[in-house]
Every structure is written in C-alpha cells, then in structure tokens.
C-alpha cells in the first residue's frame, strides 16, 4: 500500500501501517520469504510487526483486515461497536481477483507468496480510489 501511496504523490497526506492481531511477530521483519517475492515486483518491506491496539481505532481512518480471522478479532476488540464502520476486509477492495480474504502464504509453495501479492496489488489500488472518493480533498 505504502508503494501505491508513493506512486501516486500522497505520501506527505496518507498515512498507511501495519499491524497484527496477535503479538507473536512482534518486533520482527517480514518473512525473508514474502520480502524476496516482494522485492522481485520491486517492493521493499521494511515494516516491523506490531501488534493492533485499541487507540489505532481512533488513530486510524480504515481499519483493513487481511482475512476472517483477523476480522472478527478486530471487531471483538470494539466492543461497544463505535469503530465497526472503519473495518472491512482487504479483498473487499480487489476488482480483478475474488477472494473473500488473503490466504496465509506461509504454509505453501512459492505460488502462495506470488498469489498473495496479485491480491494486496489489486486490493491496494481498489483502496487508494476508495480514500480519494471518500476525501477528495488529498488530491
């Protein structure tokens, strides 16, 4: 996302970070795995795990989960339901590729890292062009 935000000139007007619903990674880089299929597209991941805490609700305009799972997390952390608008899924911004979420890519082949990025590619651009509709004002 952050690429999709630097191509297009709004790095000085959006913010994007990352964070996980649990504090296992906590601390660490990306999976060498997913960090070689992502430079090979020209990504570098540079980002270091941090686990998801309320105030990011506040903090944060869109609240994007990755799959079910992390979903349903994130809504039961709201637990007076006052956040549950800013919560959606990732693919729910994809326009070429359907999938109801991001599959985990750790436990397969090289094509499971290679799927994952076709999504988080497609998913990222769909996401852009909600926050420029929903703020016309960035632009």
Known sequence: MNSVIEKA???????CDSAGTIAYHEGEQADSRMQQHAQKRGY?????????RYPDF?????????DNSNYADILAMD???KFSSKVSKMTDYCSRYKSGEVPDPYYG????????????ED???GLLEKILHEHPEIV
């Open 9 to 15: 000139g709004l790095v000085n007007k959006i913010n």
């Open 44 to 52: 570098s991941l540079t980002s270091i795990a941090r686990k998801f």
């Open 58 to 66: 506040e903090k944060f305009d869109y609240i994007i989960a990755m």
């Open 79 to 81: 637990i007076e339901g």
């Open 109 to 120: 082949g090289p094509e499971g890292f290679e799927r994952v990025l076709d999504l988080l």
């Open 123 to 125: 998913a990222c651009q």
